[in-house]
Each structure stands twice: as structure tokens, then as C-alpha cells.
């Protein structure tokens, strides 16, 4: 099952792309403002809580991990007797390396979170964090790599220089694929990830999809490989995933085409073909649809996802 999940997650986690540091006085709180993005924030020191929207606080600490869901208000720091509590938008500084710092307190920094984003795709593309309703906080995995990542991020964002935003990005998609795995692994089966990717039949569909985009898959094709009927499959396969079978061969399709225009320098047309289009003008007009850009702006970096 391990390796079906790093194939999934490696496609659907989403890159993070680090912008902020903060940092957080005992008895104080920042409160942010909902963002069309999903939020993470790795707890490099300290202890507080996490609130989204009018929700209950949920306690962190040190080696932590918080996934905020896309257009959620919420607030970081001291869930009890509070001092004082900032809009992080009117406590922000310039750190270096495209990094800012958002704070709350008078000085000590008590507390201390490296936080990135993830945007929100449109409704046409994939994205595994999109399954997501509810934040998470997830403690920190066992393993050694998770460690050495938080450390590491620590001393860039403690020391900031060239180079930080980059590595700090690279060490939070690793948190947050070992975050992902932990939590799909262990995760309750009332979990909305679990749910959808634990039941071994679907998740063997996915990967199928993901493997070979291009193919002709069709629910009856996909349901005869995991040894269903058409109709059980369907009904599986949208209650685990909020939508058909075919409307995810789609969405994944465009999803592989993002991740190669980012990755490779492949031509348009050949991406187009690899993941199972036969005019270039059809994906455009598709990747458009999904993604809010072009094929060739989105490569260019001017619009991310």
C-alpha cells in the first residue's frame, strides 16, 4: 500500500510555495484572513492553537503540521487568556528571499511557524488537498527524515540568505508528502483522505489513471481491472471522490499535464499527446478551463497552481 501512496501523493499533494514566517508571543494571536489557497504551517518551536473559521482551537507543537483549507479565516497562537490579537496583514515585515514575517507580541518569539501555500485549483483540475473539509493537525512522524526537515527549515528561516525561499519549499513538500502517507496510513476511516484513498479497489483505479493517462479508460474498463461492476464501481468510486470516474480521468490528465509543463521541457503538443489528447488546440482550450491559464503562461511561471 506504501507505494501506491507515494505514486498518488507525489501526483496530487501540491506544491507549497513558502512565503512567511511566524512569529508569536506568549499570549498573543494572528489572525488571517481566508486566502484561495490551502495553508500549511510547520511549527518550527512553541506551543499554541489553531482555529478555522468559528471552529474549536486545536492544540500544536513543536513538529507539527497545520493544513488549513482554502478560503478559511484563521487564527494562530494563544487559545486561552489572551493578551492581545493581530491581523497578520497589519504586522508584516520584509525577512529577505521573498520571505515576510508576520507578528504578534512586543518582542519574544515565543512561538515560531514557517507557512506556505498551496493555491486553490478551479473546479476542473485535481488536487488531493481539495478532498480536504476540515483542517488538520498532524503531529510529527517518527521518521528521521521529518526531523532533519524541521531543523533545517529552522536554520534557513533563522539565518535567511539566498536561497532560503527555494529550500524552504523543498523541505515543506517533504513534511508534507511524510504528513500525507502518515495520515492516509493511520487515518480514521471517517477521514475524507482515508476514505477516499484507503479502500485498496480505488486506490488501485487512481493509480491506474495516473500511470497511463492516455488511456481509453472508461468506467467499465476501470471496473473490470478492479474486479467490480460498472454500476458498484461508479457509486464507489463518486463517494470516495465527490465526482465520476471519468471527470477524474480528466482532471488527472490535466493534472500530469501541469506537473510536466512545470517539469520538463517538452513540447506543447507532446504533453498534449502523453496525456491522451489528440489536438493541441482541444488541451489548450481545457488546461484553460481547468487551470484559468494557458499551457505556455502557465510554464512560464506567471500563474502557478
Known amino acids: 500500500m506504501t507505494s501506491v501512496l507515494d505514486r498518488l501523493l507525489t501526483t496530487l499533494a501540491g506544491r507549497p510555495r513558502a512565503f512567511s514566517v511566524c512569529e508569536i508571543q506568549g499570549g498573543w494571536r494572528l489572525a488571517f484572513a481566508p486566502l484561495d489557497a490551502t495553508i500549511i504551517h510547520c511549527v518550527l518551536k512553541g506551543f499554541g492553537g489553531l482555529s478555522v473559521g468559528n471552529g474549536p482551537w486545536r492544540a500544536f507543537g513543536p513538529g507539527s503540521i497545520l493544513v488549513v483549507p482554502p478560503r478559511r479565516p484563521h487564527a494562530l497562537g494563544e487559545p486561552g487568556s489572551l493578551v492581545r490579537e493581530v491581523r497578520g496583514e497589519d504586522h508584516c515585515s520584509l525577512l529577505g528571499d521573498g520571505l515576510v514575517t508576520f507578528t504578534a507580541g512586543n518582542g519574544a518569539s515565543d512561538t515560531l511557524l514557517v507557512c506556505g501555500a498551496i493555491p486553490a485549483v478551479h473546479g476542473t483540475a485535481l488536487g488531493l488537498l481539495d478532498l480536504l473539509r476540515d483542517p488538520l493537525v498532524e503531529e510529527a512522524c517518527a521518521s528521521g527524515a521529518y526531523r532533519q526537515a524541521f531543523d533545517l527549515m529552522l536554520a534557513e528561516v533563522t539565518n535567511p540568505g539566498?536561497?532560503?525561499?527555494?529550500?524552504?519549499?523543498?523541505?515543506?513538500?517533504?513534511?508534507?508528502?511524510l504528513l500525507l502517507r502518515q495520515h492516509l496510513q493511520v487515518g480514521s476511516a471517517s477521514s475524507v483522505l482515508s476514505g477516499a484513498l484507503n479502500d485498496p479497489r480505488m486506490a488501485h483505479a487512481v493509480v491506474a489513471i495516473l500511470e497511463n493517462p492516455a488511456a481509453l479508460h472508461s468506467?467499465?474498463?476501470?471496473?473490470?481491472?478492479?474486479?467490480?461492476?460498472?454500476?458498484?464501481?461508479?457509486?464507489?468510486?463518486?463517494?470516495?471522490?465527490?465526482?465520476?470516474?471519468?471527470?477524474?480521468?480528466?482532471?488527472?490528465?490535466?493534472?500530469?499535464?501541469?506537473?510536466?509543463?512545470?517539469?520538463?521541457?517538452?513540447?506543447?503538443?507532446?504533453?498534449?499527446?502523453?496525456?491522451?489528447?489528440?489536438?493541441?488546440?482541444?488541451?489548450?482550450?481545457?488546461?484553460l478551463e481547468a487551470y484559468g491559464t494557458g499551457p505556455r503562461v502557465f510554464r512560464s511561471g506567471k500563474q502557478e497552481t
Do not use: N
Open 219 to 287: 468506467v467499465e474498463s476501470l471496473a473490470s481491472l478492479v474486479g467490480m461492476g460498472r454500476a458498484s464501481f461508479a457509486e464507489h468510486f463518486s463517494r470516495a471522490f465527490g465526482q465520476g470516474p471519468i471527470d477524474f480521468v480528466q482532471k488527472a490528465r490535466l493534472s500530469v499535464a501541469a506537473r510536466l509543463l512545470r517539469t520538463t521541457d517538452l513540447p506543447v503538443k507532446v504533453i498534449a499527446s502523453s496525456v491522451g489528447y489528440a489536438s493541441r488546440s482541444y488541451f489548450s482550450r481545457a488546461f
Open 162 to 177: 539566498l536561497g532560503t525561499q527555494a529550500m524552504t519549499e523543498a523541505l515543506m513538500q517533504q513534511c508534507l508528502v
